[in-house]
C-alpha cells in the first residue's frame, strides 16, 4: 500500500468525524485519497429540494448540519442536526437522486467531503464499509422517528432544552451554543417571540442566559431536568447500533 495512504488510514490522521474514524484502516483506505476538507460557514446551503446529491457531507470537530423542511406557509421547520457522528447527503442511494429537504450548515466549521460515486464504488468493495453505512442511516433514521414523537408530545419548553443539550454534545462547548432567538425558533417551528419567552423563563430560573449571536448555559443540570428524554433514546440507539460513534460526556472525558 502507498505510504501516503498508510498514514491518513490512521485514526488520529483521519477528520474529526467519528464516523469516517470508526472505519477499519482498510475500509478507510478505500475513501482515503478521495476525501477532501473544506471549511464552511453557517448558513451555506448544501442542499436544495430536487437538486442532485452528488457529494456527501461529513461534519467535523464542532461543525453541524440540519435538515429543514419547506412549509406552504414559507417558513423552513428543521427536523434533526448532524454533527460529528454522521454524514448528510447519499447516505443510501448510489446519488443523483433528488435531495427532499433543504441542508444547511448550522455551525459553521471543517466537512470532510467525497463524491457519492467514489463512495458507492468502496462500498460494492468492501461488505464491512456497506455495513456501517447502512448501520448509520438506520440511526439517522431513529433520530427523524424520534423528533417527530417529540413534536407531537413534548412541549416547546422541553423540547428547546433538548435542542440546546443536543447542539451542545456535537459541539463539546460545554457553556454556550452560537444559537440566535431566530435560529431558535426555527428549530422549534415556533415564532421568535414565542422562542425570546421560552428563553426568558429559562433565564429567570438561571438556567439560560444569551449573549449576541450565542446561549450561555450557566446550569446544565438544571437544564436536563427541563429536557424530555428524546436525546437519551437517540443516543442509546446508537450505542446499540454504531457503538462509540455519538459523542458522549464520558467519551470526551476519556
Known sequence: MDAHITKVTQVESRPANNLLRRLSQA???L???????EDSAAGQLLYNPGDDVQVVHFPCGPSLATFLVPN??????????VGREGAVGGIVSEGFLPAYTRICVKFGGPFARIHVGKLEAAKQR???LRNIFARYADCLLAQIFQSTACNAIHSIEQRTAKWILAAMERTGDETSVPLTHEQLATLLGV????????????????????????????????????????????KMHFEEVLRGVYPTEEREAG
Do not use: P, W
Open 72 to 81: 406552504e406557509d414559507g417558513r423552513d421547520v428543521e427536523t434533526i442536526l
Open 191 to 234: 415564532g421568535r417571540s414565542y422562542a425570546s419567552r421560552v428563553l426568558q423563563s429559562f433565564k429567570a430560573e438561571r438556567i439560560l442566559d444569551t449573549r449576541r449571536g450565542s446561549i450561555l448555559v450557566r446550569n446544565r443540570d438544571g437544564l436536563k431536568l427541563r429536557a424530555c428524554l428524546c436525546n437519551d433514546a437517540v
Open 31 to 37: 475513501l482515503a485519497s478521495h476525501v477532501t476538507v
Open 27 to 29: 475500509d478507510y483506505a
Open 126 to 128: 468492501s461488505a464491512s
